[in-house]
């Protein structure tokens, strides 16, 4: 990981991180994803540069080098709108992070007018279509939250899952992007259909609820249809024969990415929806799977101490529980210790 820190100046000028910011891949979030995590300036200094390019439409267009050196010189000539509420000192006892204001971010977008920054990017005038402002919401791991967008859809996301949607939704279609876990409970618009991007994989609905889980690391992409009907399509040609399999309530769609199948069947409601009511269920778990969906719950990192056995096949479950608890179920029925030190937890086989 590269332990190098940025200013909020040097991310938004960054080419790395203003191709996460606009177009997610697989490498830029990894990378940007774990950075930020590594401390909560980091976090802080991504929020602030996030909200910056969202103010400037950033997204319509990627800016020369020019540009950019030009927009912040013109910034930091108004010295009394763009001050620093506080700073941080890292261990190389750098200052960095300056906070900028609400009042900072409207003098932004008056320079951009002024001095004419997207002559050469705008659109022709004739093109009547709304512009779509993106809005990327990232749970870190250890925390849910519920979505409520534009449209009146309700969105429950899953720890380390990211989903980017549009303030407001074009006039013919409602279309967002999901990376993890999520559970949609869609409002129905027979104009405007619902469209779910995650893992090569578009789920189209008008009304329904379902589950998408599409963590980038898994094996598997699931669809699990609870009510209403879906229309799930691929992204690759050579990925599903039909153009669409249509899908039923209590039917699951799954791609396998390691062997590049798909098939559809029945699941279990009470397992695959378990997140959503605080319940972590344990089937035959190996130790891979046990310390991925810990570490996703509850926040905290986990390491081994010497050899540790990898087919634990641990089986149970837990509500709501504390993670001391749940670590000291699991030890009593495997041959695992764990021990909890700040934010890590150490597993040491017995």
Do not use: C
């Amino acid at each position: 990981m590269n332990d190098q820190d940025y200013t909020v100046e040097e991310l938004i000028t960054n080419d790395s991180f203003l191709k996460w910011v606009r177009q997610p891949d697989e490498e830029t979030s990894r990378y940007w994803e774990a950075w930020q995590n590594q401390a909560p300036v980091r976090m802080e200094a991504v929020r602030q540069a996030r909200q910056l390019l969202t103010n400037l439409h950033f997204f319509n267009g990627t800016l020369s080098t020019a540009k950019k050196e030009a927009l912040w010189q013109n910034i930091q000539q108004q010295k009394p709108n763009f001050r620093p509420v506080h700073q941080v000192t890292t261990s190389k006892g750098r200052h960095w992070l300056p906070i900028v204001s609400g009042m900072a971010a409207v003098l932004v977008l008056l320079w951009m007018a002024r001095i004419n920054f997207f002559t050469s990017d705008t659109p022709d005038k004739t093109d009547s279509k709304p512009e779509l402002v993106l809005i990327e919401k990232y749970n870190p791991k250890g925390q849910k939250t519920t979505l409520r967008l534009s449209d009146g859809s309700v969105i429950k996301l899953n720890a380390d899952s990211k989903l980017v949607y549009p303030k407001h939704f074009a006039h013919d279609k409602r279309e967002v992007t999901l990376e993890g876990e999520a559970f949609f409970e869609i409002s129905k618009d027979a104009q405007r259909p619902f469209i779910v991007k995650a893992g090569k994989l578009k789920t189209r609905v008008l009304g329904t609820s379902f589950n998408i889980y599409a963590y980038p690391e898994a094996a598997e992409v699931n669809i699990a249809l609870v009510s209403g009907k879906v229309e799930v399509q691929s992204e690759e040609v050579s990925l599903i024969k039909e153009d669409k399999v249509t899908m039923a309530p209590g039917e699951m769609f799954t791609y396998n990415r390691f062997h590049n199948k798909v098939e559809k069947r029945a699941f279990d409601p009470k397992e695959v929806l378990a997140w959503r009511e605080g319940l972590i269920i344990f089937k035959k778990a190996n130790l891979t799977e046990i310390t991925w969906k810990l570490e996703r719950w509850y926040g905290l990192e986990f390491k081994k101490i010497g050899p540790v056995a990898e087919n634990q096949n641990y089986t149970g479950q837990f509500h709501h529980e504390a993670l001391e608890n749940v670590l000291k179920g699991i030890s009593y029925s495997t041959d695992l210790q764990f021990e909890i030190q700040n934010n890590n937890v150490y597993i040491r086989q017995k």
